[in-house]
């Protein structure tokens, strides 16, 4: 396998992304987003980096049955966006502007003022 790592890695990805555009029903969102909350405490800045990707995929594939966790979701991306690794915030700071600009979650004046 370490031969193949660069493979290995490119088919883990590829596949993580293919289950994210997947249609979800609303009962398996609940405890995929439970395991997206977990994983956004780990240690592995690379897990919590793929979660991001996740969440991002997975809302965009899933705009109308994901709406009840809108906020549930948005309150995880915002957790990410101050995550101590950069890599993790700038994916989050990408996944949350595609939130606002296709109105899944609605700017507030609150998320202005901070």
């Not at 990805?13 to 289950?19: C, D, I, K, L, Q």
């Not at 793929?50 to 969440?55: G, L, N």
């Amino acid at each position: 396998i370490v031969a193949n790592h660069d493979v290995v890695e490119d088919t883990l990805t590829s596949s993580r992304m293919w289950v994210a555009m997947s249609y979800f029903h609303p009962h398996s969102l609940d405890a995929l987003i439970d395991q997206l909350e977990t994983v956004s405490t780990s240690c592995k800045w690379h897990a919590r980096r793929a979660a991001i990707e996740f969440v991002q995929n997975l809302v965009f594939s899933n705009l109308f049955n994901s709406r009840p966790y809108a906020k549930r979701l948005n309150s995880l991306v915002l957790k990410y966006l101050f995550n101590e690794q950069l890599e993790v915030r700038t994916i989050a700071s990408l996944t949350l502007s595609g939130f606002y600009q296709c109105g899944y979650i609605e700017l507030t004046r609150e998320d202005l003022i901070g």
